[in-house]
Nanobody
Framework: QVQLVESGGGLVQPGGSLRLSCAAS????????MGWYRQAPGKERELVAT???????NYSDSVKGRFTISRDNAKNTVYLQMNSLKPEDTAVYYC?????????????WGQGTQVTVSS
């Protein structure tokens, strides 16, 4: 059993910053990719950013230069530093992890954290 718990969402004014955190726990042998996705009302869930255990990153074009993903592999934790936030960044942000346990591998999701950018 693997759990992902996100924190750090909230209400922020346009141009502001937020930092999201996501900690994975459970019977984890190795985590390959950790990342962040988001879903705005009435829209499909979309990729925000991912980072492999080796350090390779991938960003959505809409957040490049504004968001930074980082990982603490020893703590099985991924972060998303969001700067220069825009109203269109408003969404529920979900953490994702590709996890290898002692018996199976699979993709796991957090419960989501709301980010609202509004004046």
């Amino acid at each position: 059993q693997v759990q992902l718990v996100e924190s750090g969402g909230g209400l922020v004014q346009p141009g502001g910053s937020l930092r999201l955190s996501c900690a994975a726990s459970g019977s984890i042998f190795r985590i390959n990719v950790m990342g962040w996705y988001r879903q705005a009302p009435g829209k499909e869930r979309e990729l925000v950013a991912t980072k492999t255990s080796a350090g390779s990153t991938n960003y959505s074009d809409s957040v490049k230069g504004r968001f930074t993903i980082s990982r603490d592999n020893a703590k099985n934790t991924v972060y998303l530093q969001m700067n220069s936030l825009k109203p269109e960044d408003t969404a529920v942000y979900y953490c994702s992890a590709s996890v290898l346990t002692s018996s199976v591998s699979g993709d796991y999701w957090g419960q989501g954290t709301q980010v609202t950018v509004s004046s």
